[in-house]
């Protein structure tokens, strides 16, 4: 079993709704969880980072950890075709971002 | 700035030939890093460095070797390619590895095809 495991969607949405993107995780031991984006072609590009339990708004994007439940999600409030994109959640045992375990990416397309 | 540039952006390889994939930064990172990214499987870590001359095996570093003789440049040298090191190949760095602060900056891949 994976360590880390993300909805693999794809997600098709129209220009406007609300996207909600999901993992789960079995280690414990995980204490900073990161969201990133990667457009096609490109390399992911850091979106968010999170620590404790609870909720981090950053514009129309809310990263959201429980870790009581081992489920961190990404909020896109009126989402734009140019959030069309692959999301990674990822997560990390200690303060060495460069050592995080990604979960496998979940591909959003938001039709105009 | 250029950031992360690795050349080159794709590459076809036979079994068994050798080749080495660039990794250069300019942002003076201390931290560098390889990853491959296969359908289903994520990005997965293959060898990182700390710093100039210090290297060390992550989670999937058979079939790969890395050197870090500066700070700015981290090849990864591919010895014998095989059809399963078909993958996209990702380096990133970042400023300073023991802060969850100091996120990672990718570059745009190389696209490795094996056959």
């Known amino acids: 079993q994976k360590e880390v495991e993300q909805d693999p969607g794809p997600l098709s949405v129209p220009e406007g709704a609300i996207v909600s993107l999901n993992c789960t995780y079995s280690?414990?031991?995980?204490?900073?969880f990161m969201w990133y984006r990667q457009y096609s072609r490109k390399g992911p590009e850091l979106l968010m980072y999170?620590?404790?339990?609870g909720n981090k708004e950053d514009g129309r994007f809310t990263a959201q950890v429980d870790k009581s439940s081992k489920y961190i999600s990404l909020f896109i409030r009126d989402s734009q075709p140019s959030d069309s994109a692959t999301y990674l959640c990822a997560m990390t045992l200690n303060t060495n971002a460069g050592k995080s375990t990604f979960g496998d990416g979940t591909t959003l397309t938001v039709k105009p | 700035n250029a950031g992360v540039t690795q050349t080159p952006k794709f590459q076809v390889l036979k079994t068994g030939q050798s080749m080495t994939l660039q990794c250069a930064q300019d942002m003076n990172h201390e931290y560098m890093s390889w990853y491959r990214q296969d359908p289903g499987m994520g990005l997965r870590l293959i060898h990182y460095?700390?710093?100039?001359?210090?290297?060390d095996q992550g989670e999937v570093p058979n079939g790969y070797n890395v050197s870090r003789s500066t700070t700015e440049d981290f090849p990864l040298r591919l010895l014998s390619a095989a059809p399963s090191q078909t993958s996209v190949y990702f380096c990133?760095?970042?400023?300073?590895?023991?802060?969850?602060?100091?996120?990672?900056?990718f570059g745009n891949g190389t696209r490795l095809t094996v056959t």
């Open positions: 999170t620590y404790s339990s």
């Open positions: 280690n414990s031991a995980f204490q900073y």
């Open positions: 990133a760095s970042s400023y300073d590895s023991s802060s969850y602060n100091s996120p990672l900056h």
């Open positions: 460095s700390v710093g100039a001359g210090i290297t």
